[in-house]
């Protein structure tokens, strides 16, 4: 499972196809979205009615929305908050999670909810909250079960709702990042070249060319390595560096948090040709993305924000 922050556009919108996967996972919870009467008709969940509900959360101070993908299929959601209003309380909660309908059972929300525990625990968080509304036994369920404890009765911020207040403690040190590199290549008119790569776990997903380090490799060294073993480019080395991404993620139910370093390197547009290619290899394909297609893509992209952070730089062409 892969948790990431929800993309958006350079204007603020969620991309036209994620936004029909939110839809889609929101009207498949049909008895929730009729307990919490968030939309107006639970039947008749609409594309736009997401994005305006997404659009409230974000705007809330601390805010995150985060989704988790299997096998590249999106089947959860899980909305935090850094802080809650309220000054007496110190620790974050958690808003929302809400995992397919159709996907439940399979331990989604299990490992959801430990990847946001982890999160929480990397950033020093000692203890995270969320409410439960009253009448909603299954989510009181399953939040127990996890460890949550109730410590109270209070009403929801939005609507005053009654519901149920419960605490759990994130005792432990944050488990260790790994660390990465990757690089962002560039051509004259700003389109990045991109693999398609294969992946048992997350499923087949689009990403820089890049990997782990090997023995006492920095990220750079280990960038510039695997992108010589991946693209056969000898001739292209890491330039600066455009960002650092952290991604969780969990791997046979373990929770891990991976650090990449992206960097930059410019060249004129052309084939790879690396051992890594074909039908035998984990790399299912290549594309130069102009910076149009990063805004829309069909299949899950890593990192999920990578067309703001290449206009930031200056980049992405639409050639």
Known sequence: MILDPLPLTPDHDIPAPLLTELTALYASN?????????????D???????????????????AEV????SAGRLVGVVITLAR????????????????DAS?????????LAALVEERLRAEGRTGVRLAVLDGNAPALAFWTSLGYEPIGHGEDREHGRPCTVLRKSLPGTPRA??????VAVLDPAGAVFLFRYADDEA???WALPGGSPAGDETPREAAARELRAETGWTDLEPGPLLATWDHDFTHQGIPIRRREHIY???TDRREPAGPHLGPSGDILGWHWWTAAELVTPTEPLWPPDLAGLLAAYGAGGDA
């Open 66 to 69: 985060l989704l988790a993908r």
């Open 30 to 42: 049909r008895a929730f979205q009729a307990l919490s009467g968030d939309f107006p008709d639970p």
């Open 177 to 182: 990042v790994l660390e990465g590199g990757r």
């Open 103 to 111: 996907a439940q059972r399979q331990g989604h929300g299990t490992r």
């Open 44 to 62: 008749d969940i609409r594309p736009e009615q997401v994005a305006a509900a997404l659009a409230d959360e974000l705007a809330v101070p601390g």
């Open 203 to 205: 499923g087949p997903h």
């Open 84 to 99: 809650h209003p309220d000054p007496e309380d110190p620790d974050p909660w958690i808003g929302l999670l809400m995992v």
């Open 264 to 266: 930059l390197a410019l």
